[in-house]
């Protein structure tokens, strides 16, 4: 049956070919067909490849390059923001350590300024009690003088009108304002306490 | 490979009439159409060359449509295009490189004529273009032919060291110089050997399991049909590999004639 087969084959290659085949049974060894496979291979061949090399190959390449170029450009641009971002983090974390060292140094200035003051405060604070003990004390001696100014003309009229009372029937005025002058000089010298 | 018809009671012309047709080789067969010579050559066209045309033509509207309004991100098709061009760039890059780059568009012609001739050839119906040992033989006779061409038109007579190896004793060198020149002539042959035979093997797998299909009663049908189905996946796969290595090689032997070895 195979071989039945095969025979048949062969017959068909020879009514398509024109030619015995070469008898191994396979159609592709039948020469008659080789001469116009060979030049169709190789026009074929020939005019695919110009096809693609003018309308294929020039879109693809352009396309590719277009992309190549795209994610090059790409990639620079974020290469450049990235390189600013850095610039501009730094310059941020500059002015920040630059304010905060300005901060600090407000702060302390602050404290410096705020024990100046209280020092200042505390001191007028002793000069005006000062001040104020001065012009008591001096309050209390006018007191004091006036007191005893007092007291001195109080003590005269009592002793005058005393006195003037005592010695209205047996003494001169002029003995009296002896005793009187006497009586003042005593108390002067002995120097009463009055406060 | 047994056809017995014997069991399914057909009468003995029957199956006679239908030994042709039972035939896995038959669709291997080429049958001229139009009669037609130039030159004394014959251009004749048959079902081969109008696979070529197919081939080629879907080849062009492949990148047609994936590349009709190119964008820079691309579609679905359009990186499938791109995935393809890229695969023969970085073929020719790996292998030759800079110096390939002026080959890169035949090789890229190359690649797809045969990997579109290899899957179109899947369809039922169809002719596969790559099971003509003739068509694979022509290309690899020209790539070889060119390649041996093109090392002597860059290095000269110094070509011919490319046959004597290096490193090899002087008293070796006689049994080596005709080694290398057998192992150089059957660069074409086995290049155009393994894809014909590659495409005829699977194809004949696939014309023998569709006539068990046909042959065997609807109970039994379906174990050949399932192993065509599979194996239909299987041959797209090998459509792809055989095109691959017949690329590669290609890329291998302009290498060898740039840069010797």
């Given amino acids: ?195 | 490979m047994s056809l017995t018809t014997a069991s399914m009671d057909f009468p003995a012309h029957a199956v006679a009439q239908a030994a042709p047709k039972m035939d896995p080789l038959h669709h291997f067969q080429v049958v001229k159409d139009v009669s037609m010579s130039l030159f004394g050559i014959d251009i004749s066209t048959s079902n081969s060359v109008y696979a070529m045309w197919i081939s080629a033509g879907l080849v062009m509207l492949f990148f047609h449509f994936a590349f009709k309004d190119p964008k820079t991100i691309p579609g679905r098709l359009q990186s499938l295009g791109e995935i393809g061009y890229l695969f023969v760039r970085g073929m020719v890059d790996d292998i030759i490189g800079e110096k390939g780059r002026p080959f890169f568009p035949y090789i890229f012609t190359l690649f797809f004529f045969i990997l579109f001739c290899n899957l179109s050839g899947l369809i039922p119906g169809s002719f596969t273009v790559t099971s003509q040992l003739i068509v694979t033989a022509t290309f690899s006779l020209a790539i070889v032919g060119f390649s041996f061409a093109y090392g002597f038109y860059l290095h000269g007579k110094r070509y011919l060291k490319f046959f004597v190896p290096s490193g090899v004793p002087l008293l070796l060198t006689p049994l080596m110089i005709p080694i290398e020149i057998i192992s150089f002539l059957a660069r074409p042959v086995s290049l155009a050997v393994r894809l014909f035979a590659n495409m005829t093997a699977g194809h004949t797998m696939l014309a023998v399991m569709f006539l068990y299909v046909i042959s065997l009663p609807w109970w039994g049908a379906w174990l050949p049909f399932g192993f065509t189905v599979i194996f239909t996946g299987v041959e797209i796969f090998i459509g792809f590999i055989q095109a691959y290595i017949f690329t590669i090689l290609t890329c291998v032997y302009i290498n060898d004639s740039i840069h010797m070895h």
């Fill in chain 1, 1 to 195: 049956m195979v071989t039945d087969a095969f025979a048949a084959t062969g017959e068909h290659a020879a009514a398509a070919g024109g030619h015995a085949a070469a008898g191994s049974g396979m159609p592709q060894f039948e020469p008659s067909v080789f001469q116009h496979e060979i030049f169709w291979s190789i026009a074929s061949f020939v005019i695919l490849l110009y096809l693609l090399r003018k309308y294929v190959l020039p879109p693809i390449e352009k396309v590719l390059d277009a992309r190549n170029e795209k994610i090059r450009s790409d990639l620079d641009a974020a290469e450049t923001s990235r390189r600013e971002a850095e610039k501009i983090s730094a310059e941020i974390q500059k002015q920040l350590n630059s304010a905060r060292r300005q901060a600090e140094q407000t702060i302390e200035e602050a404290r410096l300024e705020a024990a100046k003051y209280r020092e200042l405060a505390r001191e007028s604070l002793g000069q005006e009690l000062a001040k104020k003990k001065t012009l008591a004390l001096a309050e209390i001696d006018t007191a004091k003088a006036s007191a005893i100014a007092e007291l001195h003309h109080a003590a005269v009229d009592i002793a005058m009108l005393a006195t003037e009372k005592l010695i209205a029937k047996n003494m001169t005025k002029t003995e009296t304002n002896k005793m009187v002058q006497e009586a003042i000089t005593a108390i002067q010298e002995s120097k009463i306490p009055v406060h």
